[in-house]
């Protein structure tokens, strides 16, 4: 961090944040549209343990300029001082990173501000509101939930995707990223009256991600601390 990352790192280190230099051992094509990167951690699993939905701020080089983005950690391996990213390809400095990742390739991450807080008492029924972006985390929050059934509406096509939801006690609902807002407030309050303790977890674009949020707390009056709301992206 420091000065190659501008005003941005300046801030993150006044917050007292780490760095640290990832390494990337392989990478695999997913579907022509995601795809998974392998890298060993640089100290970084040691130095500051794991825990569900973890993230990293990995930095990119944009034209000359710095540019940060945010990574769920896939399959954190302590021991080994492995993990996996998984990228959404789409146009930009990230996506193009990704695509040319080859063995032997390095960039800097920075960690600051992740966190997990374990709802209490566990949840008789999880619901989350996603899309591929943040699908490397809802898959680490159905890992850690652990035996209490998941409804999740997913904006956009799941096929091929690692999406970790088993039929047993998990429905996926997929549908256009465009749909997610009306199909929640269609469904989702008559859900919640069948449960006790609910947790709504919301990780789409900032945009879709504020109305939900605003609505499950305002409107359907779920308690604060029984929900979890993230914007993973930006929509423009």
């Known amino acids: 961090m420091g000065q190659g990352h501008g005003w941005q790192g300046a801030v993150l280190r006044l917050m007292r944040a780490k760095d640290f230099v990832f390494t990337v051992?392989?990478?695999?094509?997913v579907t022509p549209e995601?795809?998974?990167v392998h890298l060993t951690d640089g100290g970084l699993l040691a130095a500051t343990g794991i825990?569900?939905?973890?993230?990293v701020r990995l930095w990119f080089d944009d034209a000359g300029r710095p540019h940060q983005r945010a990574y769920t950690l896939v399959d954190?391996?302590?021991?080994?001082g492995t993990f996996s990213l998984e990228f959404a390809l789409h146009p930009g400095c990230a996506s193009d990173w990704a695509r040319a990742a080859r063995p032997g390739d390095t960039i800097g991450a920075t960690v600051?501000?992740?966190g997990f807080q374990r709802p209490r008492p566990e949840p008789t029924h999880v619901f989350a509101i996603g899309d591929p972006a943040s699908l490397p985390a809802l898959n680490s929050l159905v890992d850690a939930l652990g035996s209490a059934p998941v409804t999740i509406w997913f904006g956009g096509e799941p096929d091929g995707l690692p999406c970790r939801a088993g039929k047993d006690r998990h429905e996926?609902?997929?549908?256009?990223?465009?749909g997610l807002v009306d199909a929640v407030r269609s469904e989702l309050p008559g859900l919640l009256a069948t449960t006790g303790h609910p947790y709504v977890w919301?990780?789409?674009d900032t945009r879709t991600t504020r109305t939900l949020s605003a609505y499950v707390r305002k409107d359907l009056a779920v308690p604060k601390d029984?929900?979890?709301a993230l914007g993973y992206w930006r929509a423009t």
């Not at 051992?25 to 094509?29: H, L, M, P, V």
């Not at 996926?172 to 465009?178: D, Q």
């Open 172 to 178: 996926l609902r997929s549908l256009p990223r465009h």
């Open 202 to 204: 919301i990780a789409c």
């Open 34 to 36: 995601y795809r998974r």
């Open 51 to 55: 825990h569900p939905t973890m993230w």
């Open 112 to 114: 600051q501000g992740t």
């Open 76 to 80: 954190p391996d302590p021991a080994a």
């Open 226 to 228: 029984r929900v979890h």
């Open 25 to 29: 051992t392989g990478a695999e094509d």
